[in-house]
């Protein structure tokens, strides 16, 4: 089979605020909706967050993922990751909690603590539109991400040990892959490795194509035939990165958890549209786009 490209779309997030998008999905129906739109565009993994519909703060309730969930399952074949970062100050309880109940196909791994601020990827904020996004965000200066090493574990042995939850491995700098090595060595993790490479991210290292090289050339070393490689980029480097990561050999992330963009100095309307512009790029380049099937395959998952 000639190589295919996976294409996940990362819908809402934790980061951006109503105020810096009428376009962010909020609600349950929101999500659901954004979710079957970048699916149906070529999107073969959704990966999820939940927010209060109320106030469109990031929420760990299960409840409100399973307002959801079950809507994209039966409108598509789309693999459903779910978040186990959640959002600022959950608990690992919190972060658990959904992915848990819901036992998915795939789940985020955080590969490691970090400083994680909002100015990598949000973009401008003109306007605080609900009272909780202006402490919200500025909580992000003081906030470390919290990951440990225990942590990891855990969320290995309780979601993927526990319900065979397979990983999207995030690492935002290079020490994060020696983190996911040192778990493969022990054994704690095994591969098909999806590894998501994120730049852009001010904590993380920088949105810089000598970076992509270097993460891809260290993943290479480390893991490799035993990873599939992924990027992301935050807000404006999103389309360059995913389409050079696209041309090397890699997959790709897009979706409004990731950028607000479609264009220089244009917003996007949809997640759908993002999934379509990275799609017509790559295949334009002469590549085909994976299935959730053969995302499946490549992957390793359940199914
Ligand atoms: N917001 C992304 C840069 C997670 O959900 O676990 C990373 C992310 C984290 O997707
Ligand atoms: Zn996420």
């Not at 109503?18 to 349950?28: E, N």
């Not at 760990?60 to 970062?85: E, Y």
């Not at 001010?202 to 090289?213: D, F, Q, S, T, W």
């Not at 790559?282 to 786009?289: K, S, V």
């Amino acid at each position: 089979m000639a190589r295919k490209i996976i294409i996940t779309c990362a819908v809402t997030g934790a980061i951006h605020t109503p105020s810096m998008s009428p376009h962010l999905p909020i609600t349950p129906a929101e999500i659901a909706q954004a979710s079957i739109e970048a699916a149906e565009a070529g999107a073969s993994i959704i990966h999820l967050h939940a927010r209060d519909p109320e106030t469109g703060e990031p929420s760990p309730d299960p409840a409100l993922f399973m307002q959801f969930l079950p809507v994209i399952k039966q409108s598509t074949d789309a693999v459903v990751n779910i978040t186990t970062g959640g959002g600022l100050n959950m608990t690992l309880d919190d972060r658990l909690a959904a992915p848990l109940q819901a036992k998915p196909e795939m789940a985020s791994l955080n590969m490691g603590s970090m400083n994680f601020n909002i100015s990598g990827s949000a973009g401008r904020v003109k306007e605080w539109k609900h009272d909780w996004e202006k402490p919200y965000l500025e909580r992000t200066v003081n906030h470390i991400f919290r990951n440990t090493f225990q942590d990891i574990e855990q969320i290995v042995e309780r979601l993927g040990k526990g319900h065979g939850t397979r990983f999207e491995f995030e690492c935002y700098d290079v020490g994060h892959l020696y983190n996911l090595a040192h778990m493969l060595d022990r054994g704690v993790v095994e591969g098909p490795l999806f590894v998501q490479t994120i730049f852009g991210i001010l904590g993380g290292i920088g949105a810089e194509p000598r970076n992509l090289m270097f993460m891809k050339e260290t993943a290479d070393r480390l893991f490799g035939d035993q990873y599939v490689w992924s990027v992301l980029a935050a807000g404006r480097h999103q389309m360059n990165f995913t389409t050079i990561a696209g041309m090397l050999g890699g997959n790709v992330r897009v979706g409004l958890e990731d950028s607000l963009w479609i264009g220089p100095g244009k917003a996007a309307t949809s997640n759908a549209e993002q999934v379509r512009k990275i799609r017509r790029i790559l295949e334009e380049l002469g590549n085909e786009i994976a299935t959730p099937t053969e995302a499946r395959q490549m992957l390793a998952l359940k199914g």
